[in-house]
């Protein structure tokens, strides 16, 4: 399940080839020092010019303009051209897709759904897949969660079937047209960056609850991927071939259609998996907006902490991505066993042999099993499959857990509290904003070069104008703290992975499953055992962040040549000597990267925390949904939210391009 | 099968809507009518409204052959369902002044079905060991001295009151800056969280401020002191930025949709008559809690044993 491992917020896919950025002539002594500079400078300024945290304005003109706008659409949804031939249309045209979709898949009931999917896994991908599907899809009837997965599955369905309409199209243009690319990839950045649940409050008020709002959103957060992986495997077209077919007089439209598309097959296949990916973790956390489906399952457990009931739904989740994703793995390994010099790893060596084969699966097969799932659908059969709950005993647990290990994990949220969390965050809301972005300019021209400072300070002071300076620094310093606590974990257990297979081995499953889950899942066991605080949030997103870091850091290890590995052991290296000097040196590239993925990961986290206590911007955003005095509020903070995202990402990606590679 | 139709209605609404326009409603499902109909109630986040709504589902499944649609939703958020079709009617409403202003008077999508019985009690409580031990504290004015005992991780230094869910009705932060007490709101997140905090202050004699309301099942079982503030007047709460007074009484009321209530029948009549009192209530959400029952048979329960109650709710001649 190689293909889930791109972490749901992935801005890196268009920066990991590129080499060292200048810079390096300077040579590591001055910027040293230049570093060395600024700490001083910083540490004097804040002593000189540090201020008392006077609380945000409740009453900001950013957030009456934003509440204005809200009047505004209320009054006019019925009335204002642009609803009633625009926004209300696309509204609806999404309903009627949703509903659609989701009488095809309720009116084939259980039989006939679990048939047509094992069909539908056979014909793309072979009898294994197909096993799976079925066993899958009894497993929801079982967890006694089908309705709630058929909703779901209705709802990714529409997201991806729309995605892959607008993302395939643009993405191919972004490959060929040069400034389509150059326009949407900043805009493709932003929405990568951008936490779920930063768009739910936008998306009610153009287009209300329900499903339609539901879709639309999911759809902004997957379509990204669509786009970003159609274009990469447009542009990887091998040049000879299109050279070839161009010298044989193919117009342009034959060389899309009969060359690259075909070409690009494995590519196109992988981004389908992976906005199908994406959509089903967002399509839970829509849940929020009354979309149906097993996120409301995950919502009400987490509103009773009833962490048993949140496990059934959760693993029905896991459940639901693990086939889809295998289905797709498996549809792609099997088309791609045709192409010529696909540089796809599935690719089989008997390459026309496996075309044909594949093919002749197809025609021979898809015919009969379709026509038997039919007749299974058709056939008044009712299923009474066993029921079975995991909620009773994982509830037990946590009980047994709350009780005993109570003073434990008190001590612990405490500790992390007054020794880490407190202390910085008293020292970012102390620190004058002008200060702190004239900080985040000059760090981000050392470390990222000008571009990158210049968009991370405007970020920075685009925070005080949103009238949120205090209420982004006390979620900086929660963001930083369980960064760190992520690239600790992370790094311990990508060393581990790294050095030990058998281990590896171990946890691989385990990182896939824990990276299909949506975020807010990781929620609940964190409040079982911190109640609500800030500590809850960072738990939750150390879990829900770490995984992708351990990934890229045992990758980075592994990486490192044998020959130099053996060079240094032959020398006399101890492991701990191999591991600090010569492994992770050499994995710097990978580190960087991990916390560059990690720390965009640990703000959306956090920010969902704000449903358990966690306060400042994630608390805004939430009450900005609930309470209509605060929507002005909460918008600003969604876009706060966002500006936080940009100002982390950039400084770390500067920093990971900079210091990138050393190859 | 119910949504073939739907769909079939709305790709009908797509094409006719061709010129005009559409309206948010569009596509929507249909209003409820006569019998057999769907009724579509939300939910909102706390146990005593669950009561409500699964008495009232109960009754209208297995009395009235209704089907009923749950559906999780915050105070707020419901109400916008009334406009758009996806709620017909809200069982448990606290108050909403301005969202019966937007809804009913100035949107007209929205009614009221009349009160639900109950009365709704909002206010700040400690446990019942610290009224003892510390006498005075039931005044706000000497909250202040006590500032220190609330003390927590995530109180920045300052005292501790512990909200609810953000969705909740509150006014405690406008209330701690215009009382000027030195004390931070935290939000819990749920009911549920909320409760946790309290048994956990009564069973370690903990220290805890917090956020609580009536009907609640939780008072039947152990003691909780409400703290006075500043008394309640009538418009003393009307700007929610000002406000410096205690919470008022709730008659707390039903509200549906305008469609459900010209077209919903006999579902509607049941929900308009629907009136019960807080120990009835109470008595469902300990069954739904505290019992282990799931919704339908904590209604059963109840249904089984007060039927001189919920008698009069069902309308003649169905």
Redesign the interface.
Known sequence: MTAVAAPPAGPATGTTESPPVGGRARGPLSRRTAIVVLIVATVVAYLIFRTTAVADD??AAAFRFLGSVRDWV?AN??TH?V???GV??L???V??LV??I??AL??LGLPGLVAVAGAVAFVLGGWRPALLAVAGFLGFGVLGLWDESVDTLALTLAAVLISVLIGVPLGILAARVRWVGAVLRPLLDVMQILPTFAYLAPM?LLF???SPAAVVATLIYAVPVTIRITELGIAGVATSAVEAATAQGSTRWQLLAKVRLPMARPTLVLAVNQTIMMALSMVVVT?L??APGLG?NI??A?????VGAAFDAGLAIVIMAIVLDRVTTAAGAAWSAGTHGSKSARSQPSAPAGRAAARRRTWWVAGPVAVAAIVIAALPITVDLPELSFAKPVNDLTGWMELHWYDATEWL??TV??VLL?PLENLLVTTPWWLFTLVVLAFGLVFAGWRAALIAGAAAAGLTGLGLYQHSMQTLATVLVATVLTMLVGITAGVLCARHDRLAAVTRPVLDAAQTMPSFVYLLPA?ALF?????TAIVAAVIYAAPPVVRLVERGIRDVPATVVEAALSAGSTPGQLLRKVQLPMARGGLLLAANQGIVMVLAMVVVG????A?ALG?DV??G?????DFGRGLAAGFAIVLLGILLDRLTQGFHRRKGPLR | MRNRYLSAAAVATLLLAGCGGVKSDSGGDAPSTGSKGTVKLAVNPWVGYEANADVLAYLLEKKLGYTVEKKNLKEEISWQGFETGEVDAVVENWGHDDLKKTYIDEKKVAVSAGPTGNTGVIGWYVPQWMADKYPDITDWKNLGKYADLFKTSESGGKGQLLDGDPSYVTNDEALVANLKLNYKVVYSGSEAALIKAAQQATAQKKPLLFYFYEPQWLFAKEKYVRVKLPAYTAGCDADPKKVACDYPDYQLDKIVSKKFADTGGAAYQLIKNFSWTNDDQNLVSDYLTNQGMDADKAAEKWVNEHESTWKPWIPAGS
Request: charged share 25%; hydrophobic share 35%.
């Open positions: 409740p009453d209320d949804r019925d051209p609803f009633l031939y209300n249309y509204r609806l045209g309903r009627v509903d659609t989701q009488a309720t009116g009610t209300l609850i329900g849940a907006i009354d409301v919502l009400r987490l509103e009773r902490v009833n949220k405490n509290s007054t407190n409040v109640g609500a605080s800030r500590f704000g449903l358990v206590g306060g608390y939430v009450a949904f609930s309470q209509r005095e």
